[in-house]
């Protein structure tokens, strides 16, 4: 079975540029998270979808940040206008329901300079 | 304070040591408890689930202790491919969402 898949793996981008992550999830899982971490803050929680909708987004740090989820099989995360301060490793993870255990995508690490 | 709390370690340890971890939450209505195992540079990955029994998988051994609102990890017989960062999950709030401890070092060495 495939796990969770991010793309890309990495991205280097300027400052001002938007930057698109993206996820799919493994099949049949219905609650998908976005985590940030960094070396400061650990694993933060951005946005939680269930059955596609956006059920948690206190996470998510301004309005530059913005996650969908248009189907069961696909989420983005995309940031615009990017700033230096983005730069962590972006993890999507799934789980069959929000109490279950969460398996992680290998993640994307994003640099802005 | 923080939700989910840890002792960042690291904790240095020789080959065939026991060592412990500990982890507090705050919310008492958690419902459900992980460990995860994260490599550097890689993703998380989830190591057991901490049953309200506790529960036990080779050398590993989970238990919960819901009065003091704690959960832990005890490793007997380290080894070097233990050596790793081991984050507590607590499944907290309206939504059970999996929040994660800021993580724990581990350096198992010859």
């Known amino acids: 079975d495939a796990g969770v898949i991010q793309s890309p793996r990495h991205e280097v981008t300027e400052m001002g540029q938007e930057v698109t992550l993206r996820c799919k999830p493994i099949?049949?899982?219905?609650?998908l998270f976005w985590y940030r971490q960094t070396m400061m803050r650990g694993l933060e929680l951005l946005i939680y979808?269930?059955?596609?909708?956006?059920?948690?987004d206190s996470g998510m740090p301004e309005d530059r940040f913005s996650a969908k989820m248009p189907n069961a099989s696909f989420s983005t995360l995309k940031i615009q206008p990017s700033e230096p301060r983005d730069s962590a490793v972006y993890f999507c993870?799934?789980?069959?329901?929000?109490?279950?255990?969460?398996?992680f995508g290998q993640g994307t690490r994003l640099t802005v300079v | 304070r923080k939700e989910v709390e840890q002792d960042p370690g690291p904790f240095n340890v020789p080959e065939g040591a026991t060592v412990a971890f500990n982890c507090t939450y705050s919310?008492?209505?958690?419902?459900?408890f992980f460990w995860y195992r994260q490599d550097c540079r890689k993703e998380p990955k989830l190591l057991m689930s901490v049953y309200s029994s506790g529960n036990e998988d080779g050398r590993f051994t989970a238990q919960l202790n819901r009065a003091s609102q704690y959960i832990s990890l005890l490793i007997r017989d380290s080894k070097l491919s233990d050596s790793a960062t081991y984050l507590c999950v607590v499944n907290q709030g309206g939504s059970y969402i999996p929040t994660f401890g800021r993580g724990t070092s581990l350096i198992v060495h010859p």
């Open positions: 919310n008492s209505a958690s419902q459900s």
């Open positions: 993870a799934s789980s069959l329901e929000s109490l279950a255990e969460a398996f």
């Open positions: 979808f269930n059955n596609n909708v956006p059920i948690d």
């Open positions: 099949s049949g899982h219905n609650s």
